[in-house]
């Protein structure tokens, strides 16, 4: 399951930090912009408590999780789209990843230094932003003039439909607006995704906050900005405090724990970014269990069984014959596949079952 989230943000703003204590990668940092010259691929557990507990009903030899990809992409500057700094590199690389992680600066320090030379969260988004509708703006101005001649011209049903989606694009990101703030049916989806745009990515807000402000969050008046902007715009925001999680990284379990007690939060900020970069990216995950390991696999929401069986094996999505399927509320509700089997909840699904988070799965198949 090749999906990529991309790590973007103005330099300086913590994005390798944030980086390496995700993926505990070591990417180079520094205190002057370009410091990430090529973008940094890491993968990435994805936390999930219930593997424990299934391990607990249906024991296992081992435990193992999900991944995903995180990719860290260079300082974005003023001026990206028209090629400034190492503008054209930088949006080819998020050209290619499928969710964009917007990380703001949400902390004061005189110590490091600011691209412009202050801290204001909605002026670093909007320069970001802009900077990408610019470059959508230019390529669909291209695509634009092709394929209304074509449409005009050949009476091309095809050329047609791309010509009224640019068209409806066309607009909305002259008026400096993002690609996602439209709608579009399903047929209008996948042209859409056929060009490419940068602001068609759904995208996640990181409000890299100071550690004074990791208990309460929503005493920060940056964050509070970060947060507004992403509700108005019908994203989410989250906070992290990345030099903190890149400390937390490197402890134990234990240890952890107890740092995140003592700080007063339940959840460290990475699990917290992990799973919500993870449901951005439209990912769900389904187990196998027992024998010689209970594993996450990850697949994409929507999937039927059968599509969802060749994550594990092609074989397993050509010979399917069907999915012995149990949810994990059932299975953590009867404490047992006996107690599941007894109350009717164990389930033969064919081959037009959209398979759900969460789901234990047996395929049989033959091939």
């Avoid at 001649?149 to 694009?169: C, G, M, Y």
């Avoid at 019908?234 to 379990?253: H, K, P, W």
């Amino acid at each position: 399951m090749a999906l990529t989230a991309g790590i973007v943000g103005l330099p300086n703003v913590g994005k390798s930090t944030l980086f390496n204590a995700i993926t505990k990668a070591g990417a180079e940092m520094a205190n002057y912009p370009f410091a990430t010259i090529d973008p940094n691929v890491g993968m990435v557990e994805v936390p999930d408590a219930r593997l424990a507990r299934i391990d607990e009903i249906i024991p296992a030899k081992k435990i193992v999780h999900t991944t995903f990809e995180f990719t860290d992409i260079a300082g974005i500057v003023k001026g990206a789209s028209k090629g400034e700094g190492l503008g054209n590199k930088f949006l080819e690389n998020i050209r290619q990843v499928d969710a964009i992680v917007h990380v703001v600066r949400a902390f004061d320090d005189e110590n490091i230094t600011h691209v412009s030379n202050k801290v204001d969260p909605l002026d670093d988004i909007d320069t970001i932003n802009m900077e990408l509708v610019l470059a959508d703006l230019e390529s669909v101005n291209k695509r634009y003039v092709r394929v209304e001649k074509v449409a005009r011209t050949q009476k091309d049903k095809d050329s047609i439909a791309e010509f009224n989606v640019l068209s409806k694009i066309k607009p909305v990101l002259e008026e400096g607006k993002p690609v996602r703030s439209l709608e579009f049916d399903d047929d209008e989806q996948k042209i859409v995704k056929g060009l490419f745009l940068l602001t068609s990515k759904p995208v996640l807000y990181v409000a890299n906050i100071g550690e004074d402000d990791m208990a309460d969050p929503d005493s920060c008046e940056y964050y509070q900005q970060i947060k507004n902007f992403a509700e108005s715009e019908g994203s989410q925001a989250l906070a992290v405090c990345a030099r903190t999680e890149e400390e937390i990284a490197e402890l134990d379990d234990d240890e952890k724990q107890e740092f995140l007690e003592a700080e007063g939060v339940e959840e460290s900020g990475l699990d917290r970014l992990i799973k919500a970069s993870y449901k951005l990216l439209g990912l769900a995950t389904f187990f196998t269990a027992g024998g010689k390991e209970t594993r996450a696999w990850t697949f994409k929401q929507g999937m039927k069984a059968p599509q969802v069986a060749g994550v594990i094996h092609s074989d397993f999505e050509r010979g399917f014959i069907r999915a012995e399927t149990v949810s994990f509320e059932d299975l953590d509700k009867y404490g047992s596949m006996q107690g599941v089997r007894e109350a009717g909840r164990l389930r033969l699904e064919g081959k037009d079952y959209v398979v759900q988070d969460g789901d234990i799965i047996e395929f049989r198949f033959n091939v």
